[in-house]
């Protein structure tokens, strides 16, 4: 019995050992990652008070060093050297010295091309958005391209869906690409009843073990949608019937744009992208790209970002048009979680004497992130930024609007994981048209908002500032 337990002890012993080198390896292994500081102190911090957990999660969430063999860019390097890459360069706008820095950077960093000649519809609810949609679909002659991060099981989903089979039954090609993390409630059945129909269906990165792990963390979470190369769409909004109907607290209040003139080029090529990395097929027939004449004054460029590259293409287009104003910045975004650069532009603007406003929601879906975020509002007004608070519903919409001459509208949050995880894909718009549209949107939802006034906000209780802080170590992995 005693040599029992002595072998217990010392077994105990071992795995103690084994667990506290695994622990201290995987702290070394993040730190000689060399990344962002913030992000390599967030995992220190969670593998010390939380080892278990934190290497729970850092073994589902934090490795990078195989998203390059997940993710290959094969597909967008190919259509690049495709002829057809330079069949739109020729419709494209000349990018030129003389024009904007932050179109330049677009075009060197992102490969995207300027198009002008377009013309927009914005729509700011569910049923807005529904109706041009099933309008577009219905006039198509020769393709429907649709990608969502979540295209739920619901009556907006299977309404969409029939309208998707009834046109592929009449000898219209439709591509339906979705993410496999955002429709992981989605039943198989709701997909094959597509493939029936005779539409091609296709998961971004499907995660499934035992290779969970390495996909789970990098998330397809662009909003596109193409009809025979003409029409296309971009923004927030996802197809489920809380778009549409709200939630618990009030309404749902998002922005989605429908863009016609040869920016969809734009939108097509990324959706042709995404579907070359899920069904290693190379598409880019002139069938569709169709030669299409000006219908509008918009001058714009469909951006991408993703976690692959070297550039955080979209969260540095966003810090250079934020630096670049000199009147007024208007921001309506869902997550407030910003990198230390974005950070430091929004309160260096304010405190320049620009009118910097940013809006999030008063309640949000995730509460955590929520938290998150209510911790980078007190330095923000002490820098002069005005923070509202949308109280009507939940507000997920993305856009800025910077001195009534850019604006920017798509898939991408003011947060960590939208900067430097996700897919994402944003129209970035310069010309005054588009601007005092979005413009027009924010300052009309800001009726429905609260200003919050400093000196209020810093006497919340304490135990909730508390929260906010612990909370605002770890946003680099929320």
């Not at 969502?148 to 219209?172: N, P, Q, S, T």
């Amino acid at each position: 019995m005693i040599v029992w337990g002595l072998f217990d002890n010392v077994f105990s012993t071992v795995i103690s050992l084994i667990f506290l080198f695994t622990v201290v390896s995987t702290i070394i292994v993040i730190i000689m990652d060399n990344r962002n500081p913030f992000k390599t102190l967030s995992w220190v911090m969670v593998l010390v008070f939380l080892p278990v957990l934190g290497l729970v999660l850092y073994y589902f969430f934090g490795r990078d060093t195989r998203k390059e063999k997940l993710i290959s860019r094969k597909g967008f390097e190919r259509l690049s050297k495709h002829p057809m890459h330079e069949f739109q360069r020729q419709k494209s706008l000349l990018v030129s010295e003389g024009q904007s820095q932050l179109m330049r950077f677009c075009h060197q960093v992102n490969g995207s091309l300027p198009f002008d000649g377009n013309s927009i519809q914005v729509y700011s609810d569910g049923y807005a958005m529904l109706a041009a949609v099933l309008k577009s679909i219905s006039q198509a002659k020769h393709h429907i391209h649709i990608q969502f991060y979540i295209f739920e099981d619901d009556a907006v989903g299977h309404l969409v869906r029939d309208a998707l089979m009834d046109k592929a039954r009449e000898g219209v090609e439709v591509r339906v690409l979705y993410d496999d993390v955002g429709c992981w409630k989605v039943s198989h059945l709701f997909y094959d009843e597509m493939r029936e129909a005779g539409i091609e269906v296709r998961g971004f990165l499907k995660v499934r073990f035992p290779r969970f792990t390495s996909k789970v963390n990098y998330r397809n979470h662009r909003k596109v949608i193409v009809i025979d190369g003409k029409v296309g769409f971009i923004g927030g909004m996802n197809i489920a019937l809380r778009y549409l109907k709200g939630v618990s607290w009030g309404i749902w209040k998002d922005t989605f744009m429908q863009v016609d003139g040869r920016a969809v080029y734009g939108l097509q090529t990324a959706f042709l992208t995404d579907w070359y990395a899920t069904d290693h097929s190379l598409i880019t027939s002139s069938a569709y790209f169709p030669e299409m004449d000006a219908y509008g004054d918009s001058l714009m460029q469909i951006v991408t970002s993703d976690p692959i590259g070297k550039w955080h293409d979209i969260m540095q287009g966003l810090l250079l048009a934020i630096t670049s104003a000199v009147r007024s910045i208007y921001i309506q975004t869902p997550y407030l979680l910003p990198t230390e650069p974005v950070l430091l532009a929004l309160k260096t603007a304010a405190l320049s004497g620009i009118d910097v406003r940013v809006m999030i929601p008063y309640k949000a879906d995730a509460k955590l992130v929520h938290w998150g975020t209510k911790s980078y509002l007190d330095e923000l007004m002490e820098a002069g930024v005005k923070i509202y608070l949308y109280k009507k519903g939940f507000l997920h919409s993305k856009l800025m609007v910077c001195d009534d001459a850019f604006s920017t509208i798509g898939s991408t949050n003011m947060d960590f994981r939208s900067f430097e995880h996700n897919f994402e894909i944003n129209a970035f718009m310069y010309d005054c048209t588009s601007a005092l549209i979005l413009k027009e949107i924010f300052l009309s939802d800001q009726k429905d908002a609260e200003l919050l006034h400093l000196k209020e906000w810093r006497m919340r209780p304490w135990y909730q500032k508390v929260m906010e802080s612990v909370i605002r170590l770890f946003a680099p992995l929320l």
